[in-house]
């Protein structure tokens, strides 16, 4: 099977999708020509032609809403923002447009369409080219929200989210497009967005991730495994809205202990979610308080500190450690 | 004007002319010009070596749009920038020190080492910032101007008589913060001038690509009823003289106004740009136009500089800027605490629960 980096898995899905279907555009700031400053959507304008792989003028805030306007009409855009903080320049069109189409036309003109931004730090870059706002959109009702953690599962999901009727916020995470290749399929594969993997089974604590926090959890998890002896469960969320609830509660009720990490600000990021849900359903069987490791509540720090905010596999080490040792 | 890429050793003093701003300012000029561009090399090497992380975007090509827009203003005038924002700040006399500091992430710089290259403040020198989102900073250079404004004619009962230059690139014309910036100070009668370094790009996008109206864009400010020039921004006396016109009459009017100052950004958008959206032959043609060299040979050929004073010119700054750049790796990283300082007014912010910085638990 060949092997794809995040990168390459996207840009296979993308030209797959467009392949399918003519309904499906991208469009973006130098996505065309120059195939995006990530170089997902590289080789597509040759491949489709400038009808359909479009360069926009420097205005997230058009983008958006002429992607709207698109979706309502039948077509199936896929716009990219550069950076997940330039996303804020549109926030109007998303939340006004992008998110209530379906219900305010009463389901006159529903809206398929997907926002591909990438998010999240550890490529030594600055606030609004390294933050995770996931929380804002994940909060917004009418938008699905999708995170997937490597090349396989992104490959799947874009294409889920393409072919999902309903709009989806796909957050790329950044530090993860390159840093590591995996067996992606050529033929189409796809996954059920609002469904969490269980990546590992395990008795003891159910570690709950998503995006570019996966890595360190893994690692993490192997330490905790073979030298502390510890059995972690260790759940990818890939889709924050729609949360799979289930696979979360089910998972606790196992083991009655929970870390959960994310490097969006700690404030109602979305570790707050899951801790209320795991509250609201799983409360009798915790046998510890739910932990949370999380992006502090300041702006992106700059780039000499950036591994002091963000969660690495010691802090998480550390977290999973004081959960197990937490005696009431 | 023809120039050739370097600058003329033989002065010709016999033609020597005294029109246009003084012999001396020139010489000034064109100092502040080396260092803009002295600190621009050190600055991506010092990237090239990792010792610089964030993004960088340098403004060599550029250096007599903030040098001869600086002349033209009055020490106390706001001024407000995008990303390719060292200049500025040089132009308007941060110690290139801080600025270095800045770059490398240390505590002594402009703001604290936490921001780097987009985040060149200096409250001294007027310099309202840097700003990493295009565009975003173009509705300040309004406020600013309904800020002084208002001082001086509310507060202090007088007449408005400072005046704010609103920095812009190209790509920005296209965000829609900048057209209601436009609006809102045409509306509000102030006094700020939008100055657009149209060097022709936006990353890999061409004006013409990207803008409608890109080969005239004055045309937008015509749309909200400003005044308007096209300036050459390869040559500093061109730029000078330009903006002291319309600086003169902003502040003399109260009326907003806009200026497309045609420039060219020599390297690459940022530190990895391959550059494939334009020509050879086109670069090849603006280095040509180098502002630094255009001036030089200005002052060899009818001011008479001489070759030894500048190369002593060029020295200076050279030592200056090597000065500047052991200072800033002398200066400290800062603190882990920083990261939650100046982030509200408490020295922590008001957190709480388990919100509450580790660092303040040991
Ligand atoms: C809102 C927003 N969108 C996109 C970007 C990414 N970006 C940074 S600079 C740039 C091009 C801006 O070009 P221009 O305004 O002409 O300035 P120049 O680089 O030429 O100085 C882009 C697209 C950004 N920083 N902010
Ligand atoms: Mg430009």
Redesign the interface.
């Known amino acids: 099977m060949p092997q794809r980096t995040m990168v390459e898995a996207l840009n296979l899905a993308l030209d797959q999708s467009m392949a399918n279907d003519e309904n499906v555009c991208v469009m973006g ?2 996505i065309a ?2 195939g995006g ?1 990530f170089r997902v959507t590289k080789g597509l304008l040759e491949k489709y032609g400038s009808n359909r792989v479009m ?5 997230e ?2 983008i958006i809403g002429t992607a709207v306007g698109m979706a309502i009409y039948g077509l199936k855009p896929v716009a990219e923002i550069q950076f997940s ?2 996303t ?2 549109a926030f109007d069109q998303i939340e006004q447009n992008m998110a209530r189409y379906r219900s305010r036309s009463r389901d006159r003109y529903p809206i398929s369409m997907v926002m591909r931004t990438p998010y999240g730090g550890g490529i ?6 390294s933050e995770s706002r996931e929380s804002y959109w994940a909060h917004t009702p009418g938008l699905k929200v999708v995170i997937p953690s490597g090349p396989r599962n992104a490959r799947a999901l874009l294409k889920a989210s393409i072919d999902d009727p309903d709009p989806v916020v796909f957050y790329e995470p950044k530090a993860v497009y390159r840093a590591f290749r995996e067996d992606v399929p050529d033929e189409p594969e796809t996954m059920e967005i609002g469904k969490a993997q269980v990546v590992r089974e395990g008795a003891d604590l159910t570690i709950i991730a998503y995006g570019a926090m996966m890595r360190p959890v893994l690692e993490a998890t192997d330490d905790l495994v073979e030298l502390h002896g510890m059995d972690i469960e260790v759940i990818d969320l890939l889709s924050i809205k729609p949360m799979d609830t289930q696979t979360l509660v089910e998972s606790v009720t196992k083991t009655g202990r929970c870390v959960i990490v994310h490097e969006g600000p ?2 109602c990021g979305i570790a707050a979610e899951i801790i209320a849900r795991l509250n609201e359903d799983a409360f009798e069987h915790l046998i510890a308080p739910i932990k ?1 490791l999380t992006g ?4 992106f ?5 950036e591994q ?2 963000l969660p690495d596999a010691d802090s998480i080490i550390e977290a999973v450690k004081e959960t197990m040792a937490f005696d009431a | 004007m023809t120039t050739s890429s370097k600058p003329d050793i033989t002065p010709q003093s016999a033609s020597l002319k005294a029109k246009g701003p003084s012999t001396d300012l020139l010489k000034q000029w064109l100092r502040d010009m080396l260092l803009i561009r002295e600190f621009e090399v050190r600055t991506m090497q010092a990237y090239q070596n990792k010792k610089i992380g964030g993004f960088c975007h340098v403004y060599i090509g550029q250096e007599a749009v903030a040098v001869g827009c600086t002349a033209a203003l009055e020490p106390n005038d706001p001024v407000v920038t995008a990303y390719r924002d060292h200049g500025h700040a040089l132009a308007r006399g941060m110690d290139p020190k801080y600025g270095m500091a800045e770059m490398f992430g240390r505590i002594g710089g402009c703001a604290k080492g936490k921001g780097g290259s987009m985040h060149f403040f200096d409250k001294e020198h007027h310099m309202y910032g840097g700003h990493g989102i295009v565009g975003a900073q173009t509705p300040l250079g309004a406020g600013l101007a309904f800020a002084t404004k208002y001082e001086d004619e509310i507060i202090n009962g007088g007449v408005s008589n400072r005046v704010t230059l609103s920095f812009l690139g190209d790509g920005a014309l296209n965000q829609g913060s900048f057209h209601e910036a436009q609006n809102l100070a045409g509306v509000l009668d102030l006094p700020v001038i939008f100055v657009c370094e149209n060097n022709g790009y936006s990353m890999g996008t061409a004006i013409s690509r990207g803008t409608t109206m890109g080969h005239d864009i004055t045309s937008k400010a015509a749309g909200y009823g400003f005044d308007s020039a096209v300036i050459e921004g390869m040559d500093v006396i061109e730029v000078y003289e330009g903006m002291k016109a319309v600086v003169d009459k902003c502040r003399e009017t109260s009326r907003p106004a806009f200026v497309d100052m045609r420039t060219y950004r020599f390297k690459g958008h940022s530190m990895s740009d391959p550059r494939k959206y334009r020509t050879k032959e086109e670069e090849q043609q603006y280095a040509q136009d180098d502002p630094i060299d255009k001036l030089a040979n200005e002052l060899m050929n009818n001011r008479g500089l001489s070759r030894d004073e500048y190369d002593v010119m060029a020295k200076e700054v050279k030592k200056q800027i090597r000065e500047a750049t052991k200072w800033a790796e002398a200066s400290p990283i800062p603190d882990i605490e920083e990261l939650y300082r100046d982030v509200y007014v408490e020295k922590f912010g008001p957190y709480s629960g388990t919100s509450l910085p580790a660092m303040l638990e040991d």
């Open positions: 700031e130098d020509i120059n400053v360069d926009t003028p420097l205005a805030c058009g903080g330039f804020m320049q030594r870059a600055v606030e609004h080219h700690r404030t949370r502090y509540d300041i702006h720090p700059f780039f000499q500190v002091h905010y």
